[in-house]
């Protein structure tokens, strides 16, 4: 499933590791992510974090996953910022 999701996007080179989570990806951007609603952890290569609605992740090109881990769906906004950190 995140295969064929990741590839619908043309976005199937960001999945660099995903022994973790399938659904582990990088991106070549900074990321400001609020959760809104619900609670989400983020999985991380070495870490996983717990977040409730209200909590704000920056992130600068990790390898990183999102799991819903509420009785209810999670929802997010995010901005993500182009950059390059070749």
């Known amino acids: ?31 400001y992510i609020i959760l809104i ?16 609605a209200g909590d704000v992740v920056v992130q600068r090109g990790t390898n990183h996953a999102w799991s819903a881990s509420g009785d209810e769906p999670a929802l997010f906004i995010a901005v993500l910022i182009d950059s390059n950190f070749a």
């Open 37 to 52: 609603k619900g609670a989400a952890t983020l999985i991380l290569d070495k870490e996983e974090v717990n977040l409730v």
């Open 1 to 31: 499933m995140f295969a064929a999701g990741f590839k619908a996007i043309g976005a199937e080179h960001e999945r660099v590791n995903t022994i973790k989570h399938p659904g582990m990806h990088i991106t070549q951007t900074i990321d």
